[in-house]
């Protein structure tokens, strides 16, 4: 790491200062100063149990799924992955629909709504049916890992549409919104929650990156570089899929921030994957928190309406295009 | 894995665990805004925020309009709703919004774990319940009353709903009784996807109450999608399609073109096809009365002729 991270941090940090005064309520700094002063101040309580974590989470899972995209795209070799390529988002939806059709299911644990929790589960049991059947063969194939994560994606998405259509209508809406993603939360707690498996889930792939560097030349390179190639990609698919499960099971699915940012961060700052790793992070934050301030605060603007928008629906709507102006442009390569 | 991958992993996960018991204790202490203002949780709720329609129809209806502060998208009846607070949709309602508007109390429907969250964090009252029959639409009035001080208007309101459905039935129930299918917000040009009210929808049960045989009320669930060859086996003597937004004379017509692909029916032989449209024919609330007499009137004309 060098310093041309630092870029990416003040941006980031630029990001995070900014976004908590931005919603659709206008909350000023003497609305905090008075909060702060223990007058029970509406906007204040507003600004530090709702915005600030909301920020947080929207920077962590944002970073989160930058991050994984960015050394998937590298452990597959293949630009098109990113982390919901392995099928982990489909078991997360399954959960999350079974919470919602089932009320035998739809227990809350601890601070996780039963939706949350039973993503969560789901998303575990994709992981790892997929590591199962990848270890069947020697070594970790990651051929297999991709191949079955698509597969078991489209078996989930099979029985979403198998559940929705025997399921009451106003069940239907309530899935229909979970699939669009959301950040919205209220309260520190659901964020705490997912720490003890998030951390070591980034941690595995901020560390493997020096090796990651060796894999990307090919695997044979590797080898003959000396690194155990298998050790890093048992690593990197466990630590990539642990952190995705976490954020999807709180976020629900929430695209294009992990397939094109690493993208975009490579564009600007070449391959060395540690720099590209943290800065995909940092990048990835900023971005999903940028567009969860326009995803709350839109409809505002445009209507004075206090509907907000789930923030999956900006990201595919404007990351869409921008990814696309990248793949057009003459520069672009991976 | 590796050792080393794997004690990074486990010394991450301590951490992790660490922190989040940090962040559970802190804001169990400090980010309980309302904890300090102790007792202010009203016996009797105030202000109250609704967010779903047919509950917020019988919040105004039960005369409890004036104390309502905040509702939703999706409740537009009485035309007083909009002149309140907008707090956005239902299942992702703006929660900053709410909590500006200091309700005491946020009524919803069936299982809303968002809302009961942001209630249990903020020292709200949580008030839900499953409305699916039409006995369910009763004590949900009552329960609506109770849980907001059961004034004089409630037991009226609720003897004046009763009685409106005793003469509906009244008129209609020395008559033959059709069999009858129902179906909703299906789209011209195809017969797919027919959804109808089964035994547990209230729908059903208006049907019974207006005169009528609702030929799927042994169907499993709630608004099961049925298959044409079962409605063709059973038959029916009437179909009503049912629109909660106006229909166009074409629509209609496109509509009712498509049944004729069923010529077998009787229904459509004898040309009993009714669409009935309004934005109350779908909702479980107390403008159920109307529901039941628009279904009479069709079911059942001989009886309302003067």
Same mark, same amino acid.
């Not at chain 1, 078996?155 to 559940?163: K, P, R, T």
């Not at chain 2, 009524?107 to 020292?123: F, P, W, Y």
């Given at each position: ?79 098109? /992955? ?24 739809? /227990? +809350?644990?601890? %601070? ?95 560390? =493997?990156?020096?090796?990651? =560097? ?12 000396? /690194?155990?190639? =298998? ?21 629900? %699915?929430?695209?294009? /921030?992990?397939?094109?940012? %690493? ?46 928008? +789930? ?24 | ?46 202000? @109250? ?43 992702? !309602? ?43 639409? *009763? ?7 109770? *849980? ?29 009784? !059709? ?86 029916? !009787? ?5 009993? @096809? ?33």
């Amino acid at each position: 790491m060098n310093s041309r991270i630092i870029p990416y941090l003040l941006l980031s940090l630029a990001v995070l200062l900014i976004a908590p005064w931005i919603g659709t309520e206008h909350i000023g700094l003497d609305h905090l100063l008075s909060y702060l002063g223990g007058d029970g101040n509406p906007g204040g309580s507003v600004l530090i149990g709702q915005r600030i974590p909301r920020v947080l989470l929207g920077f962590l899972a944002g970073g989160t799924l930058a991050l994984v995209g960015a050394s998937f795209q590298v452990l597959f070799r293949n630009p098109l /992955v990113e982390p919901y390529t392995l099928g982990v988002t489909g078991g997360a939806a399954l959960g999350a629909y079974l919470a919602i059709a089932f009320p035998a299911l739809s /227990v +809350p644990v601890g %601070p996780l709504s039963s939706m949350q929790f039973m993503a969560m589960v789901g998303a575990g049991a994709t992981l790892g049916i997929i590591y199962f059947f990848a270890r069947q063969q020697q070594g970790l194939s990651t051929h297999t890992l991709l191949l079955a994560g698509v597969t078991l994606g489209i078996v989930c998405g099979g029985a979403i549409m198998l559940l929705t259509y025997i399921s009451d209508p106003h069940k239907l809406l309530q899935i229909n919104r979970w699939l669009m993603g959301g950040i919205d939360v209220v309260g520190y707690k659901e964020l705490a929650t997912i720490l003890p498996f998030l951390l070591p889930g980034l941690g595995l792939l901020l560390a =493997n990156a020096p090796e990651l =560097n060796h894999i990307a030349l090919g695997e044979e390179m590797a080898t003959g570089h000396g /690194v155990d190639v =298998n050790r890093v990609q048992t690593a990197v698919f466990v630590g990539g899929g642990l952190a995705t499960a976490m954020v999807v099971s709180l976020v629900g %699915p929430i695209g294009f /921030v992990g397939l094109i940012v %690493p993208h975009a961060v490579r564009r600007m700052s070449g391959f060395d994957q540690r720099l590209v790793l943290p800065a995909s992070f940092l990048l990835g934050g900023a971005a999903l928190t940028a567009a969860d301030c326009v995803a709350r605060s839109l409809f505002m603007w445009l209507w004075h309406s206090t509907t907000e928008l +789930p923030v999956g629906i900006i990201t595919a709507l404007v990351g869409g295009p921008l990814f696309i102006r990248l793949l057009l442009s003459r520069k672009f390569m991976t | 894995m590796g050792k080393r991958n794997v004690l990074l992993a486990l010394g991450l996960a301590v951490v992790g665990f660490l922190l989040a018991g940090l962040i559970n204790v802190i804001s169990d202490q400090r980010i309980t805004p309302r904890a300090s203002q102790a007792g202010s949780i009203a016996k009797t709720p105030r202000r @109250i925020a609704v967010v779903t329609p047919s509950i917020c129809e019988i919040v105004f209806y039960l005369g409890y309009g004036d104390q309502v502060v905040a509702v939703s998208d999706f409740c537009t009846y009485p035309p007083e709703t909009r002149t309140r607070e907008n707090v956005g949709g239902w299942i992702n !309602p703006n929660r900053e919004r709410i909590l500006t508007l200091h309700p005491d109390i946020i009524m919803t429907q069936g299982k809303h774990e968002i809302i009961a969250n942001l209630c249990r964090e903020q020292e709200i009252d949580f008030f839900t319940l499953e409305i699916e029959t039409l006995p369910d639409i *009763r004590a949900a009035m009552l329960a609506v009353g109770e *849980r907001l001080g059961a004034n004089e208007r409630t037991a009226e309101a609720v003897r004046d709903w009763d009685a409106a459905l005793t003469r509906i039935r009244e008129r209609v129930e020395n008559y033959s009784r !059709p069999s009858v299918f129902l179906t909703f917000s299906r789209q011209p040009g195809r017969l797919s996807g027919l959804m109808t009210p089964g035994a547990g929808a209230f729908l059903s049960d208006i049907i019974d109450l207006a005169g009528g045989r609702n030929v799927f009320s042994d169907a499993k669930g709630n608004w099961p999608t049925i298959s044409k060859e079962a409605l063709v086996m059973r038959g029916t003597e009437v179909i009503l399609e049912l629109s909660p937004e106006e229909l166009t004379e074409e629509q209609r017509a496109a509509l009712r073109a498509d049944w004729n692909k069923l010529p077998s029916l !009787p229904a459509v032989k004898t040309d009993r @096809i009714y669409y009935l449209t309004g934005d109350y024919l779908l909702l479980p609330g107390p403008r159920v009365t109307q529901t039941a007499e628009a279904f009479a009137r069709v079911l059942h004309p001989e009886a309302f002729r003067e």
